[in-house]
Antibody, heavy 119, light 106 residues
């Protein structure tokens, strides 16, 4: 059974950098899947942030592209998200997900982690 | 970006009802649509991919259809555990985009 678990600070100061890690179990980060981040502001809908492949190839949402960096760590079977210059608008539950692409789209979700941007 | 517009935004239904939610894309996206179910305080759950294929373990009371720009999710007989918010998503092009959600209430 594939499991994903997000970890990272729950509180980030404005203008700081939000950093999250997603630990993957039940699958290899080197498998033929994309590893993605999706966020959800409190009481609102879902927003796709971007994705990364095992090779390091990335696709980011243009609305966030200037502030987003994703990376993979094959030795730890995990991937990460950095979002810089955060504001209160970045307060959200952040989900890491496995995306099988055109084979079967997003199939597994992490439980999510709330990140609040506040001083 | 491709806009995904769901309708209705919310609906009230009873146990045993057949419910259909629609999703319209702002341009043609073949059949690259997924559907997700989210209960309050929980992560979304993947239901359907490629417009009509069920994810592993998803009961057959859920079905999806459509191609091009118009898609739908149907729940054949609503049960108490089905009351939730449902989202569509296109994965035909970048950035991936979601519909605004449809809340199914009792």
């Amino acid at each position: 059974q594939v499991q994903l678990r997000e970890s990272g600070p729950g509180l980030v100061k404005p203008s700081g950098t939000l950093s999250l890690t997603c630990a993957v179990s039940g699958d290899s980060i080197s498998s033929s899947n994309w590893w993605s981040w999706v966020r959800q502001p409190p009481g609102k809908g879902l927003e796709w942030i971007g994705e990364i492949y095992q090779s390091g190839t990335t696709n980011y949402n243009p609305s966030l592209k200037s502030r987003v960096t994703m990376s993979v760590d094959k030795s730890k079977n995990q991937f990460s998200l950095n979002l810089s210059s955060v504001t209160a608008a970045d307060t959200a539950v952040y989900y890491c997900v496995r995306d099988a692409g055109y084979r079967s789209s997003i199939d597994y979700w992490g439980q999510g982690t709330l990140v609040t941007v506040s001083s | 970006d491709i806009q995904m517009t769901q309708s209705p935004s919310s609906l009230s239904a009873s146990v045993g009802d057949r419910v259909t939610i629609t999703c319209r894309a702002s341009q043609r996206i073949s059949n690259y649509v997924a559907w997700f179910q989210q209960k309050p305080g929980k992560a979304p759950k993947s239901l359907i991919y490629a417009a009509s294929s069920l994810q592993s373990g998803v009961p057959s009371k859920f079905s999806g259809s459509g191609s091009g720009t118009d898609f739908s999710l149907t729940i054949s007989s609503l049960q108490p555990e089905d009351f939730a918010t449902y989202y569509c998503q296109q994965y035909n092009s970048y950035p991936r985009t979601f519909g605004q959600g449809t809340k199914v209430e009792i």
